[in-house]
């Protein structure tokens, strides 16, 4: 049995998400959650995902959902965050479906000072569901790890609550990831708090669970944003083991791997670590910074192969009056880019074992 046996294709949200998720836990596998900022780079992700039988998150950051909608529209009050954001959401439904996978529509990290691209999404889920029984997003995350722990419960619960009603699950972040991304900088953090203990995942769990499933928990063990030299970030994903194993203990469950864990700061992390990671119940993995790479050198890769032939609208190599149209195209070079992510997706798919699982 696959996954197209108990979930659709297409954008998947409330009890066939748990489904999907609960089946990658069970079954050891975790599905890549591409952070993408233009229709280009979901139909990478998309076309990517398809030819490998696997399932995919699209996710959208507040910048990436800012620019998705265009830079010259002002994002006072977020506005333009949560117009990009809901607009991608529109077009990831209008499309998933046809590439005959499961889809999951995510936002990425919501910090404090963000709350109102937050409300924003949510108000627009909410009318979603009155006409169709299911939120336009598949789930959100808050990160309020910068915040105390109970005040992160806190406000996570007010929103869980909203959330649960309209079948949308939750992620949460309790451990700070370190490094820079999307403009949230945490380099000078302490190592300290990278690192979360086995007690915070049980109260988050208790608290949670009173109100829904539908939520997940990014735990800290050393994440960083962005991509480092081997050897600069310390991972230990085998504490997310001891913490499997507490909630385990705590609810007195036969079920080893109680909790839905993501893995931020995928980029970079050896093989090695992922295996373990996903081994103790990550069923989600952001990549991101090496997707943006891979975007780049398929246009710089482009580039230095026609350089001759990108110089002038008109003469090239073949002759002076040579047209040039079909190599400035954008169709043409943004498709390169295209197909550079898309290995690379397919290879962060390969690492997490999510491939010919439907």
Same mark, same amino acid.
């Given at each position: 049995?696959?996954?197209?046996?108990?979930?659709?294709?297409?954008?998947?949200?409330?009890?066939?998400?748990?489904?999907?998720?609960?089946?990658?836990?069970?079954?050891?596998?975790?599905?890549?959650?591409?952070?993408?900022?233009?229709?280009?780079?979901?139909?990478?992700?998309?076309?990517?995902?398809?030819?490998?039988?696997?399932?995919?998150?699209?996710?959208?950051?507040?910048?990436?959902?800012? %620019?998705?909608?265009?830079?010259?529209?002002?994002?006072?009050?977020?506005? /333009?965050?949560?117009? $990009?954001? !809901?607009? &991608?959401?529109?077009?990831?439904?209008?499309?998933?479906?046809?590439?005959?996978?499961?889809?999951?529509?995510?936002?990425?990290?919501?910090?404090?000072?963000?709350?109102?691209?937050?409300?924003?999404?949510?108000?627009?889920?909410?009318?979603?569901?009155?006409?169709?029984?299911?939120?336009?997003?598949?789930?959100?995350?808050?990160?309020?790890?910068?915040?105390?722990?109970?005040?992160?419960?806190?406000?996570?619960?007010?929103?869980?609550?909203?959330?649960?009603?309209?079948?949308?699950?939750l992620e949460m972040e309790i451990g700070i990831t370190g490094g820079e991304e999307d403009g949230?900088?945490?380099?000078?953090?302490?190592?300290?708090?990278?690192?979360?203990?086995?007690?915070?995942?049980?109260?988050? %769990?208790?608290?949670?669970?009173?109100?829904?499933?539908?939520?997940?928990? /990014?735990?800290?063990? $050393?994440? !960083?944003? &962005?991509?480092?030299?081997?050897?600069?970030?310390?991972?230990?994903?085998e504490l997310l083991g001891k913490h499997q194993a507490h909630v385990a203990a705590q609810l007195?469950?036969?079920?080893?791997?109680?909790?839905?864990?993501?893995?931020?700061?995928?980029?970079?992390?050896?093989?090695?670590?992922?295996?373990?990671?996903?081994?103790?119940?990550?069923?989600?993995?952001?990549?991101?910074?090496?997707?943006?790479?891979?975007?780049?050198?398929?246009?710089?890769?482009?580039?230095?192969?026609?350089?001759?032939?990108?110089?002038?609208?008109?003469?090239?190599?073949?002759?002076?009056?040579?047209?040039?149209?079909?190599?400035?195209?954008?169709?043409?070079?943004?498709?390169?880019?295209?197909?550079?992510?898309?290995?690379?997706?397919?290879?962060?798919?390969?690492d997490l074992g999510n491939v010919n699982v439907l």
């Amino acid at each position: 049995m696959g996954i197209l046996d108990i979930v659709p294709a297409g954008v998947v949200t409330g009890d066939h998400l748990y489904k999907l998720f609960d089946y990658a836990r069970e079954h050891e596998f975790a599905i890549p959650a591409i952070n993408c900022t233009s229709t280009s780079t979901v139909n990478a992700a998309l076309e990517a995902a398809r030819d490998i039988k696997s399932p995919i998150i699209i996710q959208f950051s507040n910048g990436g959902a800012a %620019y998705f909608a265009g830079k010259g529209l002002d994002n006072k009050n977020q506005n /333009a965050s949560i117009i $990009g954001a !809901v607009a &991608g959401a529109q077009y990831v439904r209008t499309v998933a479906k046809a590439y005959g996978i499961p889809v999951i529509v995510h936002s990425d990290h919501c910090a404090k000072k963000l709350i109102p691209w937050f409300d924003g999404m949510l108000a627009a889920d909410e009318e979603y569901y009155k006409s169709n029984g299911e939120p336009l997003f598949s789930s959100h995350m808050l990160d309020l790890s910068e915040e105390s722990k109970e005040e992160n419960i806190e406000i996570c619960l007010k929103y869980l609550k909203r959330m649960a009603a309209i079948d949308c699950l939750l992620e949460m972040e309790i451990g700070i990831t370190g490094g820079e991304e999307d403009g949230v900088n945490n380099e000078g953090v302490d190592n300290a708090a990278l690192y979360t203990q086995p007690e915070d995942i049980w109260d988050i %769990y208790q608290s949670f669970s009173k109100i829904t499933k539908l939520f997940s928990i /990014a735990a800290g063990f $050393g994440n !960083v944003h &962005g991509v480092y030299a081997p050897g600069n970030v310390k991972l230990h994903p085998e504490l997310l083991g001891k913490h499997q194993a507490h909630v385990a203990a705590q609810l007195a469950s036969e079920h080893k791997k109680p909790v839905f864990f993501v893995f931020h700061g995928g980029s970079g992390s050896s093989e090695q670590e992922i295996a373990i990671a996903v081994k103790n119940g990550v069923i989600k993995m952001n990549v991101d910074t090496d997707t943006q790479w891979a975007y780049w050198t398929g246009l710089r890769d482009y580039y230095e192969k026609k350089r001759d032939y990108l110089q002038t609208q008109v003469g090239n190599p073949e002759g002076e009056k040579k047209p040039n149209k079909k190599y400035y195209d954008p169709r043409v070079f943004v498709r390169e880019s295209e197909k550079s992510m898309y290995k690379r997706i397919q290879q962060a798919c390969t690492d997490l074992g999510n491939v010919n699982v439907l």
